[in-house]
Each structure stands twice: as C-alpha cells, then as structure tokens.
C-alpha cells in the first residue's frame, strides 16, 4: 500500500513500509519522517487518482515511483536515488 499525506500545498506518497527511515549518500540525505509522509494508506486506482489531480507532489519508494512511471507521470531521468530509494517531485505550473 501507498501512504499519502495531504498538506495545504504538496501531496506525499510515499511506500508504506518506508515511513520513519532516513538515508544518506554522499551529499544527499532523503528523511521519510511520518510527521510529512504517514497518512492515508490507498490502493493503486486511487493513488492514480490522487496523482492526475495534484499540482505539487513528493513521491519515495519503488512501488510509487513505479506506478508514476508507467502511467506516464514522470520519466526515469526525474528519479533520483538515495542509498537505493528512489524520490521524485512533481510540480505543476498553470
């Protein structure tokens, strides 16, 4: 399951299971604080939802960006990788 977090300006998503860890490498450093990402846990239909609907999103970990992936939300070239995981933002302009 995805978690999603809604904030007044920014949506999270991230994979469940990586809420509350931190990783670092070199000079990159990707906190997964539960304070910003645990919300709502969402099946695939809905974080698809969620996903064509927000302007400004954060997403972390191999099952969300996977799925922004292949429904064409991002391309790997926007992913970056810390220690292995996978983030990506999202913004929006209108």
């Known amino acids: 399951m995805i978690s999603i977090k809604f904030h007044e300006n920014v949506v999270a998503c991230c994979d469940n299971e990586l809420i509350g860890k931190t990783f670092e490498e070199e000079k990159l450093f990707l906190n997964i604080s539960k304070r910003f990402y645990e919300g709502e846990l969402f099946d695939e ?5 969620v996903l064509s609907e ?14 922004a992936l292949k429904e064409g939300f991002i391309n790997e070239e926007d992913v970056i990788r810390v220690q292995g995981v996978p983030h990506a933002q999202i913004y929006i302009c209108e």
């Open 45 to 49: 239909e809905k974080v698809i939802k």
């Open 54 to 67: 927000a302007n400004n999103l954060s997403l972390v970990g191999e099952k969300i960006i996977g799925l």
